[in-house]
């Protein structure tokens, strides 16, 4: 222990320094504190998730510390500035729409509905691993064209947890699924126009531009991406994951009865409360209610009629939580000093191809949002990318927008990591190949299909 302790510390210190190092090579001279304390926040914190010196909701409440007791104390900073913002973050819309879904996957666990949608997967797709997998991944995929990626992924993820359960942490499946789940809700958010935040921000900027685009219109772009990037994504977890036979046990798909009694009434409300959530969900667009504020709908009712008590409200994933809101605050930190908006601009004054450019902006979007929102990133990039494409704004804001939406290194990355992760049986390592392999093709593909279809 102690010598794991010492390993762990070590780590921590080279990840310091090697941050320092950094901010002192490419900081510019008229960086004023703030900037300095937050760019080698940015470097300091993700080292330490590469790394997994610690925990990484610990680092998500370093990061939330670091910013109140740095930028917001006079005497270490000759500009203090309010940081009721990044205190804030634990009740963003964000943390509420995560709970929402946790509240849903606990509702559907505790009245066999889980039981019930993987069974009606397995029925679709067969018992054999690797069909398994596909078929929880299309589903998923389906699911989330068009319902929050977050909501989507803990009500899949409640209806496997029954098969992960029996197969263990260790099982090539169990990682496989894990994986599989967070990358299908991804992609499938990427189809449509309402799918994911990035693309909502885009056809907004693309209104004010006097460019509307439209539902059918994002799928001409969206469909083609999200088909390459499944294929793609399911070959490669099957290839990395289930690499060796893989033996489900006796009785998993075993759905006949209930391995607890379940109350009728319990299991019919929460079927009811699902299907009206879900509903304002997608007609979001017609009475305007925030995705978030619909979670209201479950978190309210499934206390109040019993379905969940006590003891299951604190069985959450509360470190989940904490994860992303340091991961919020970070952004909100980058966005508040103008660190992205300054090395952006800087980039614009280069004699670069308009080509090049873009190219450079969809990578940059893409490793942004690895460590903030990509939502905060694709509200600074879409603007820039636009400006620096004069008579295809609209194929900048799209192939931006794209490449927000394939962070997915970390598991602060995007909520869907999150709660994935929120079952202990993952570990940050598990998520870089596949981070990594969408985070390297899916801005290719995307401006691949864009420039193909101009």
Known sequence: MQQLLSHNLSKVILSAFFSLVLVLII???FFNVSQNYVLFLLFFSVALWLTEAVPAYVV??????YLVFTLGNPFLNPEPVKIDAYVNTFSSSGIWLIMGGFFIASAMTKTGLDKILFSFAIRLSGVEPNRILTGIMLITMCMSMFMSNTATTAMILASVMPLLLALGKENGLTKALLIGVPVASTIGGMATVIGSPPNIITASLLQKAGDPIGFVE????????VAVLFVVSVWTIRKYFIRTAIVIPDGVFDFRKDSVEVNPFHRMAVICIIIVTILFWL???IHHIPVATVCAIPLV???????MDAKDIKSISWDTLFLVAGGLALGLALEDTQLLNHYAKELLSLNMSPLVLIVFFCYLTMIVSNVMSNTAASSIMIPLGMSIMPGAEREAAIVIALSASVALLFPVSSPSNAIVYSTGMLEQKDYKI????????GPCVALAVVLLLR
């Open 218 to 225: 994002w799928l001409k772009y969206g469909v083609p991406v």
């Open 283 to 285: 007609t979001s667009s």
């Open 301 to 307: 009712l499934f206390p109040a009629l019993g379905i």
């Open 27 to 29: 900081q510019e001279p």
């Open 60 to 65: 998500s409440l370093f990061i939330i510390a």
């Open 434 to 441: 596949m981070g990594l392999v969408l985070g390297l093709l």
